[in-house]
C-alpha cells in the first residue's frame, strides 16, 4: 500500500493510521498502527495534529506499483540521458539504470 498524508479532519472512523503521531514538542500522542475512533480524532485534533499518515486504498497494490514503477524507470531515463556523454558515462548510466530496476524487480 502507498502512504499518504491526509488532512485529520477529513477522516471517518475505521481509517488506520500508520505512522506515530506526536505533537509540537515531539511528544507521543498514539503509536502507529492504529484505528481512528471519534474520540481520538477528537483528542488529536485537540492537541493541534492537523494531518496524519494513512494508508491509500483506491488502487490495487499491483496496478499502481506497476505504474510507478515504470514512471519512475521512464524518469531516471530521461534524467540520465541529460547527463553528458564521455568515455565513463556510458557505464554509469547503466550501472544507475540497472541499480533501480533490480531494486524495483526486487521489491515486487
Known amino acids: 500500500m ?10 471517518g472512523p475505521g481509517v488506520i ?3 506515530d503521531v506526536v505533537d509540537s514538542l515531539g511528544r507521543l500522542l498514539a503509536k ?3 484505528t481512528l475512533d471519534e474520540g481520538l480524532k477528537k483528542a488529536l485534533l485537540s492537541r493541534g495534529v492537523k494531518e496524519v499518515f494513512i494508508e ?14 515504470h514512471n519512475e524507470i521512464e524518469s531516471v531515463r ?15 548510466k547503466a550501472i544507475v539504470l540497472n541499480t533501480i530496476e533490480q531494486f524495483y ?4
Not at 2 to 11: E, S
Open 2 to 11: 502507498r502512504h499518504v498524508i491526509v488532512r485529520l479532519q477529513t477522516l
Open 17 to 19: 493510521v500508520v505512522s
Open 32 to 34: 502507529a498502527p492504529m
Open 56 to 69: 491509500d486504498r483506491r488502487l490495487s497494490d499491483r496496478v499502481e506499483s506497476e505504474q510507478a514503477i
Open 78 to 92: 530521461k534524467r540520465l540521458s541529460l547527463l553528458g556523454a564521455g568515455e565513463t558515462s556510458f557505464d554509469v
Open 105 to 108: 524487480k526486487n521489491k515486487q
